[in-house]
C-alpha cells in the first residue's frame, strides 16, 4: 500500500511539474539594488562614499515563443537615498528601463537563464552648494538567474549588472515571480 500511495503522489507531483508555458508573461519582483559611488566624479567630500543601497521593487513582461528563448522587458525603481554631513543635504534616485534576449537551459521544473541587452537608465542627485545632476544614458546590461516553475506560475531569483554614469555601476539581486499566459 505504501508503495501505491508513493506512486501516487510521484505521478501527480510529475503532472505538476511541467514545463513552463510558453507565451506572455508578466510578474513582478523585490530587488537589492546596489549603486555604490554616487557623484564620485564630483569633488564633494564626506560624501564621495554615498551610495544607494536599497530594498526596491522591479516589474516585469516578457515573451517566450519557444522553451530556450524568451524577450523581457522590465521597469527597475533603484531606489533613493539622502543624507545631512557638515549641513550639506545629499539626495539621490534612480530607475531603469531594461530589454533583454534571454536564454534557457530548460530542465523540469527548473529553468536557468542569461540574459542580455540594454539597460536606460535615470538618476537625479544633488548636493546643496556642490552640485546638480540629472543624467540618463543606455548601456549594456546583464545578469543570469534560475527559476522554478509549476505550470503557468514561476518563482525567480537572478542577478543583474549595468553601468551608470557617476556610480561604480548598479548590481540586482531580485526575488520574483512571474504568470504566464496564452
Known sequence: MRKLMFSLA???????????????????GVTQAKLDNVGDDFDTGNL????????????????????????????????????????????????????????FLPIPVVDVYAKAGLARWETNASATGLFDLDDSGTEFAYGAGVQVHLGSLAAR??????????TDGVELLTLGATWTFL
Open 48 to 103: 564621495n562614499d554615498f551610495k544607494l543601497d536599497n530594498t526596491a521593487w522591479k516589474v516585469i513582461a516578457g515573451f517566450r515563443p519557444i522553451d530556450m528563448f524568451a524577450v523581457e522587458l522590465n521597469y527597475d525603481d533603484l531606489g533613493d537615498e539622502s543624507r545631512t554631513v557638515g549641513g550639506v543635504r545629499f539626495d539621490a534616485d534612480a530607475k531603469a528601463f531594461t530589454a533583454y534576449a534571454v536564454g
Open 10 to 28: 510521484l505521478a501527480s507531483l510529475c503532472g505538476l511539474a511541467q514545463a513552463a508555458d510558453n507565451g506572455f508573461y508578466l510578474g513582478a
Open 157 to 166: 531569483l537572478e542577478y543583474e549588472q549595468f553601468d551608470v554614469d557617476h
